[in-house]
């Protein structure tokens, strides 16, 4: 009769224990992260707070950015580059209604337009003289901005501060002006684009980030003078106090924090694109008070965690010993015999009893497992055919604890199918080599692949021997059909120099098969025969393949997508069968993977199992198929149009300073352009075209004429030789040009101009 013990103090005092071991040091890890990193938290905080300002000088920066591509546009614009105002002054309306179409952008509210060659200065309200723009349009009494200065200094871009009412213009507010020489990148200048900033499209860009407790100024650090103050709750005191601070530091940089009304203030300072710096002035105290909100939620919680977790120990506990009952009865009826003193055992003590027998059972389990190494031999066969060897750390250390090693140089894969292939024993295809082999020095290791019910024969030699392989396949086949009267059909892969490669061997044999299955009336196909009856029979896509792999190559996202349908349609137009159609939709993933890995080292794309899809049961039909190619090309285009807008701005830039370089160049075409930049030349001429407005042919023609007109003009030089001189190999194609363009001849051109 088992004595009645008092279990239940037992389990209690080990669950208390347990749980008193476990939240102690938690609760100490929790105080120490809460009172000893206050100063991360208030880091962090402030970061929070700081991002709105950041973020919004980050805008400012991106519409300074977009001014540059419209000065770019402006470049290109060919009634701003060749109006000459003194000899024709009617076109002046023409630069105006100019400068207007570029206005759409709400940031600015004027553009000035200086050219060199008249010396006329045009906005969209007046136009005038240089000498009249610097003397009367600006007040010389509340700005020292001088035009020619800046046009005579080396600066490709400034930007100018100009107090309210400092400058004629529609708006009598506070401004920046950017400016800009064009063109961009030549040393020879011909104007300089102006754009006026007012200061409420300052205040509309920090919006995001001004508040009632929040200051903002705009600092120039050469004279430590406000230029601009933003705020939703203006404080004239808070900034007289911020501007003596200034004048008290080197430089506004050393400024961290100023004390106003017994208030502390934080000081944050961010450059921006220009002269000026931002600042940011925060008051301390909204740091503080959201650190001391984490405190009493903290608090608050542990508080909260302590009462609903006391009462759910105290109701688990209760309900969970229970189960242990029931444990500690099914432990003395079927664990411990009856001779066992089990009465003077607790049920802590019954459970170690019991677990120490598992354990016993476990240790033998284990050496049960050691003894059948077949197991681990079969997962890492597995492994190496998937192609997720090289994942395994030591794979090949692995492998040779259950005697599986790989001694030759070379290794294929041939797959052998057949109605009763489950009932071959593995010493029947051993003879069948040993037989086939005589003398030879070779390796086979037999795998079952129980998914598609097929043996796998990894056949190891030391030569890249395609005939032996065929030789002993024709065995395999004769002696199988023979003594089993099965259906025998046998898919070859190509050898491969490493077992690591082994995968790909094990792929084209899977495919060989299934063509086997398809066509072949031998029974017994290579992945190499195929290939060439392809040649033969088949028309395979192999230039489409072509071009996709040069679209991938050059990030061409219109050409992947459009060659990517060709090579569907190329599927339904020629009636392929769905082998040939499975092989197409392979090698289009294996193309696209291909150029991608050496272009990124990394495709994160490649991790989606679209072999698996191409060969799986499911695909039966050539929707299927097409299903497929539409995923394929939407993810390839979807992964190379991240971060586009960046992209297109620095790559315009490069294509204009290349043109600008080598438009002399007699043999400059749009090949040459497109090498250099690594591009497909129809999605450069496209890609141009959208950004511009022109062609780079019209583009290129402009320039050249622009020279040659300089030539004529400036230089002895004959037609003959300015026409090689701005690129063009033939002097009738040149003259033939000019007269389209200019409506005269070069020499009549440079007799009209010349008087």
Request: aromatic share 12%.
């Amino acid at each position: 009769m088992l004595k009645k013990r008092k279990g239940s103090e037992v389990f209690k005092n080990f669950i208390v224990s347990y749980i008193v071991i476990l939240m102690l040091p938690m609760f100490i890890m929790s105080f120490i992260v809460l009172f000893h990193f206050v100063n991360v938290l208030k880091e962090e905080v402030e970061i929070n707070l700081r991002t709105p300002f950041i973020k919004s000088v980050d805008n400012f920066e991106a519409q300074i950015n977009q001014l540059t591509r419209t000065t770019l546009q402006l470049e290109l614009n060919d009634i701003i580059r060749n109006v000459n105002i003194q000899k024709m002054p009617y076109e002046a309306m023409k630069v105006k209604n100019e400068l207007i179409k570029y206005s759409t952008n709400s940031f600015v509210d004027d553009i000035f337009f200086y050219n060199y060659s008249d010396d006329y200065v045009s906005s969209f309200n007046f136009l005038c003289s240089v000498e009249t723009f610097n003397n009367f349009v600006l007040d010389r009494n509340l700005t020292d901005f001088d035009l020619i200065a800046f046009k005579e200094s080396d600066k490709q871009s400034d930007m100018y501060f100009f107090p309210a009412n400092s400058v004629f213009s529609a708006n009598n507010q506070k401004h920046l002006m950017y400016l800009n020489k064009i063109p961009i990148n030549s040393k020879k200048k011909c104007g300089i684009i102006m754009f006026m900033i007012p200061e409420d499209s300052l205040r509309n860009i920090l919006a995001p980030a001004l508040s009632e407790n929040n200051y903002i100024f705009i600092v120039d650090p050469e004279t430590r003078e406000i230029l601009f103050a933003f705020s939703e709750k203006p404080d004239d005191e808070l900034t007289e106090f911020f501007r003596k601070e200034i004048k008290k530091h080197a430089s506004v940089e050393e400024i961290k924090e100023i004390k106003v009304r017994n208030e502390r203030f934080s000081a944050y300072v961010k450059e921006a694109f220009g002269p000026f710096l931002f600042v940011q002035l925060m008051p301390n105290n909204l740091l503080s008070s959201r650190i001391n909100d984490i405190r009493i939620i903290y608090l608050i919680s542990m508080a909260v965690i302590f009462v609903i977790g006391g009462f759910l120990i105290a109701v688990l506990m209760r309900i969970n010993y229970h189960p242990i009952k029931k444990l500690n009865k099914l432990i003395e009826e079927s664990v411990i015999s009856r001779s066992t003193p089990n009465d003077k055992l607790n049920e802590l003590e019954l459970l170690e009893y019991a677990l120490m027998q598992f354990n016993r059972e476990n240790i033998n389990l284990k050496e049960f497992a050691a003894a059948n190494k077949n197991v681990i031999r079969n997962y890492l066969i597995d492994c190496f055919l998937a192609g997720q060897a090289k994942e395994i750390d030591n794979i090949l250390k692995t492998c040779r604890s259950v005697e599986l090693e790989f001694r030759m140089k070379y290794y294929c894969v041939i797959l052998i199918k057949g109605n009763n292939i489950q009932n071959i024993p593995d010493t029947d295809i051993t003879e069948i080599f040993s037989l086939t082999n005589t003398g030879i020095n070779y390796q086979i290791i037999i795998h079952r692949d129980i998914h598609l019910n097929n043996v796998v024969v990894i056949y190891g030699s030391p030569a890249n021997n395609e005939q032996r392989s065929l030789i002993i396949a024709r065995e395999i086949q004769k002696h199988l059909n023979e003594k089993y009267n099965g259906d025998i059909r046998i898919g070859i892969g190509n050898f491969y120099d490493s077992i690591f490669s082994i995968n790909t061997s094990y792929e084209e044999a899977l495919r060989a098969l299934e063509y086997n299955s398809l066509f072949s009336k031998s029974n017994i196909i290579s992945f190499n025969e195929i290939m060439q009856k392809s040649d033969q029979t088949v028309n395979y896509p192999f230039s489409l393949l072509e071009k996709l792999e040069e679209s991938v190559r050059s990030g061409d996202i219109f050409g992947i997508r459009d060659t990517i349908d060709q090579l569907v349609d190329h599927m339904k137009t020629e009636n392929l069968s769905l082998f040939w159609i499975k092989n197409i939709c392979y090698d289009t993933v294996n193309t696209i993977s291909k150029e991608l890995l050496r272009k990124f080292k990394h495709f994160p794309l490649l991790n989606k199992p679209y072999m698996e899809k191409i060969y799986g049961s499911d695909i039966n039909t050539f929707e299927d198929i097409v299903s497929i190619m539409k995923e394929i090309s939407e993810d390839v285009t979807n992964y190379l149009s991240v971060d586009r807008e960046s992209y297109e701005l620095r790559l315009l830039q490069k294509i204009i300073r290349y043109i600008r370089e080598n438009y002399q160049d007699p043999d400059f075409s749009l090949q040459s352009i497109a090498d250099s930049l690594q591009m497909s030349p129809a999605y450069l001429s496209q890609y141009f075209k959208k950004n511009t407005e022109q062609t780079i042919s019209e583009y290129v023609t402009r320039l050249r004429m622009e020279k040659a007109k300089e030539l004529l003009l400036t230089t002895d030089m004959g037609v003959n030789e300015i026409a090689y001189e701005v690129g063009y190999y033939s002097v009738p194609s040149f003259i033939r040009k000019f007269r389209e363009k200019e409506k005269v001849t070069p020499g009549q051109f440079k007799k009209i101009h010349s008087c």
